[in-house]
């Protein structure tokens, strides 16, 4: 799903609009309809931001649909307008999976980071890494391409999530990025090591 909205939407679509494009893809149902709930949108700090469903509805990809009266208001509802992505896409309890996964990963890899820049990049590294192992490899402009940055800026954020990654490193002749996650106990308590800095720089 990353590769297809990397190649669906403009490239100078923001962090935000595409991981909202994430859960909406892998939310719609058979007629192309997606109901994101609220408590989706404040997994992805997106409950209070109207600009990412702008951004996606300006690109013609979806337009929001008013929600029916009742308990049912309590969510977003958008039509995906790309027929693309009704050809060969995943069963829905599959992509439904995904998606819950997708909001996991876009809100624990990162704790507490609100820039949704380093949730979509997080998301992006976790969904090109081997799980068994922890490592991954991707091409450097895949990454680049879906997180909607230039390679240069993707190296920036890979020194930010220095609190998940164990190590990154990126082979000049070919471009392959490569890279190992922490395991989450490891991230927690590097994160906890890093804001106690924050808080007592003098140690």
Known sequence: MLSYLAAALPSHTGAAARLLAVQCALRMDSE????????V???LRLDRNPLPWSELEQTRWLHRTPAAPGPADRAVVAQILDGALFVQRPARPDRRRAADWALRVARGVCA???DPTLRL????LAAHTDSSAGHGCAEMDRIARECGLAPAAVLHLLDRLGASLAFWSVTLDSGDLRWELLPKAHQRQRQACRSD???NPGG
């Open 121 to 124: 990049a997080s998301l992006c």
């Open 112 to 114: 507490g980071a609100d």
């Open 32 to 39: 192309g309809e997606a109901r994101l709930p609220t408590g």
């Open 41 to 43: 949108l404040r997994s």
């Open 197 to 199: 800095a924050e808080v």
